[in-house]
């Protein structure tokens, strides 16, 4: 299962993101905003969709501006390993090597065609398994 979740800066983007799944017969659980004028604070949605990540052992998305304090409140959840991703590349090694189950976008930062090609890099590539980054992995987890 995939969650979405997005502050009042992430809303248009999470919007598009949420129209693009749905054409494409994804499911997903929308956690909001759904409010582009409320500034809401991005923890309630980062708490929301990481432990639903974590519960349901599922995959997120959640955006703000930068992406970067998504990604921090995210994180604070055991067993969330959330990533700021800009381009293809870096969710793919972040994936990849660092299997991570949340990807934080920035919406101040890239557009809605770049953000949609990081979504479908993130929700088709898979961790790698190799013993170096599980290994790694079960460092972060101590």
């Known amino acids: 299962m995939l969650y979405l979740g997005a502050d009042h800066a992430g809303f248009d983007l999470k919007e598009f993101i949420a129209h693009k799944l749905a054409s494409r017969g994804i499911t997903f659980e929308d ?3 759904f409010n582009p ?3 809401d604070s991005f923890t309630a949605y980062a708490r929301q ?7 349901k052992d599922g995959r997120g ?4 501006g930068t992406g970067v304090g998504m ?3 995210a994180n604070r959840y055991k067993g969330i390993r959330a990533g700021v991703a800009w381009n293809d590349e870096v969710v793919r090694r972040a994936r990849e090597e660092d299997d991570i189950n949340i990807l934080c976008l920035p919406s101040r ?3 809605e065609e770049q953000a949609w090609s990081i979504v479908s890099a993130f929700l088709s590539t898979t961790f ?3 013993d170096r ?3 790694r992995l079960a460092q972060i987890d101590k």
């Open 31 to 33: 956690f909001g905003t």
């Open 71 to 73: 990604g921090i409140a």
């Open 49 to 55: 969709v990481a432990k639903a990540v974590v519960r």
């Open 128 to 130: 790698t398994h190799l």
């Open 61 to 64: 998305i959640l955006i703000c």
């Open 133 to 135: 980054y599980k290994r």
């Open 37 to 39: 004028d409320q500034n």
């Open 109 to 111: 930062i890239i557009s």
